[in-house]
């Protein structure tokens, strides 16, 4: 065995087929010659079942006529029934009119054979073996072949007064008729084929109209890289093809969403730990063998460590925002929920914590993204606040809207950082007063809130007045996002 070469050898190769408009139009050849096939059988049957059938019509009222004549019959030159089989013969086929494919005979007792004043199809009379096997067969009808074709016959046996036994005759040449069927197909066939090329033409021009978008999907699909997700098909048609382009374009709306999240995450990752990298390759290159300076600067590459994984973490948190499982949302008492959340803000910092509200009933939230959120809030304010420093935090609900608060009496946010302060990496331009420096922040936990208020179906908004403190809020529909469960 042999292994396959890597590399160009190695991709997947195209497979060479027949394309889905060239297989519609086939398959609908198929359909359209098997139907057209069956329906010409279906003719033929039908019309050759047509000339048997008036064929044996014929015979059987030529045989009833003679029988009836025979039975009823007067002699014209004396009134009196024929007393003889040449003259019952004779009279009969005198008045007879036969059709083109029509013979009728008549045979005395000595075998002389009558036959009328025409040309028929063929001149039976003279053919002793066909006129033999007919005589002498057992049954009254029967069918026998000459140079003419089939022959379908019919005979008639009469008694006369004298003895004599009068044969009546009756030949029908089918051959004509059959010809005429086969002529009847003929012409049936060349519409049929000329039917299969216009159907063929059709079923070309549509399924190329149809297949249209199709191919728009393929050449559009052909062309989108990672980094150019921007086109998009026009959706201009509500059937199945329609329903195939907005599909399409939902899942390049998806793809296009997760790559931006894939290259926010590196950018945001690459701009963020780039610094602390440095920090640490700096200060392992310059350690010294003084055991002081190497414990400092372990103490110093710890920190940017610890640093570095906060932010891979909170990075990796927002790039889950972007999922839809990021909030798991149920119905949650919003007391207990506010209980809790206040039990543990207390722990983060030596404050004066106030209890400033608290909701009574229930909301479709998810509480443990809720409870992170109004932690880093809280946190926030710890950093933004000196020891003793009153922080509140409370909640409210009515009908519509749940809200959960975190008030400070810190440096506040200038007006022009309000909007800002909520986007990654951002920092506000108020120092803070008093309060502990926040050197290890990456400006990432105010965006992780947005991106849980966002997930909620909600929002995060800061007021408050510079020098006076800020007043972070969640507002959030009390009914949860979608009115499904999370």
């Known amino acids: 065995m042999t292994a396959e070469p890597a590399g160009e050898d190695a991709r997947p190769r195209r497979l060479p087929g027949v394309s889905a408009r060239t297989r519609i139009m086939l398959w609908l050849v198929v359909v359209m010659a098997v139907a057209l096939g069956s329906v010409a059988l279906a ?47 004779f009279t009969h086929l005198r008045r007879q009119h036969a059709d083109d494919d029509e013979l009728l005979l008549g045979v005395e007792p000595g075998g002389r054979i009558i036959r009328q004043d025409r040309e028929g199809p063929y001149n039976l009379p003279d053919d002793a073996a066909a006129m033999r096997r007919v005589l002498d067969a057992p049954g009254p009808s029967g069918r026998t072949h000459s140079p003419a074709g089939e022959i379908r016959w019919a005979k008639v046996a009469a008694v006369t007064p004298d003895g004599g036994a009068a044969t009546f005759v009756i030949a029908y040449f089918i051959e004509r008729d059959l010809a005429e069927v086969d002529r009847t197909m003929r012409v049936m066939g060349a519409v049929s084929g000329v039917a299969l090329l216009c159907g063929a033409g059709i079923g070309w021009i549509v399924s190329g109209r149809i297949l249209a978008p199709v191919r728009l999907v393929r050449r559009t699909a052909a062309e989108i890289t990672e980094r150019d997700l921007a086109w998009r098909i026009p959706v201009r048609r509500r059937d199945d093809v329609g329903e195939l382009a907005a599909t399409f374009n939902a899942m390049l709306d998806r793809l296009d969403r997760a790559f931006a999240t ?10 963020e730990l780039r610094t602390p990298i440095t920090i640490v390759r700096g200060h392992l290159e310059l350690m010294g063998d003084d055991p002081a300076e190497r414990e400092e600067t372990m103490r110093l590459v710890t920190d940017e460590l610890d640093r570095m994984s906060r932010i891979v973490e909170d990075l990796l948190l927002l790039a889950k925002a972007e999922q839809p499982d990021f909030v798991q949302l149920q119905w949650v008492p919003v007391m207990e929920l506010t209980s809790d959340v206040y039990a543990k803000v207390r722990a983060l910092g030596d404050r004066d914590w106030v209890l400033d509200g608290i909701g009574e009933g229930e909301a479709r939230i998810d509480p443990q993204r809720l409870t992170q959120a109004v932690v880093q809030l809280a946190h926030n304010a710890v950093q933004h606040t000196v020891p003793g420093g009153t922080i509140k935090v409370g909640s409210a609900l009515d009908d519509e809207r749940v809200r959960f608060w975190v008030a400070d009496q810190g440096p506040g946010v200038h007006p022009d950082d309000m ?53 972070f809020e969640l507002d959030l529909p009390r009914a949860g996002r979608g009115g499904g469960e999370g």
């Open 262 to 271: 894939q290259r926010r995450f590196v950018d945001d990752a690459g701009h």
């Open 419 to 471: 909007e800002r302060i909520f986007e990654r990496f951002a920092h506000g331009s108020a120092a803070p007063a008093g309060g502990r420096s926040h050197r290890g922040g990456a400006g990432l936990g105010l965006a992780i809130v947005a991106a849980i208020a966002g997930g909620h179906g909600g929002t995060v908004r800061v007021g408050g007045e510079p020098g006076r403190g800020a007043v």
């Open 43 to 89: 003719v033929r049957a039908i019309l050759i079942a047509d000339v048997e059938r008036e064929g044996n019509q014929l015979l059987e009222q030529e045989a009833r006529e003679f029988e009836r004549f025979a039975r009823e019959g007067r002699d014209p030159a004396t009134g009196r029934p024929f007393r003889d089989a040449g003259g019952l013969l």
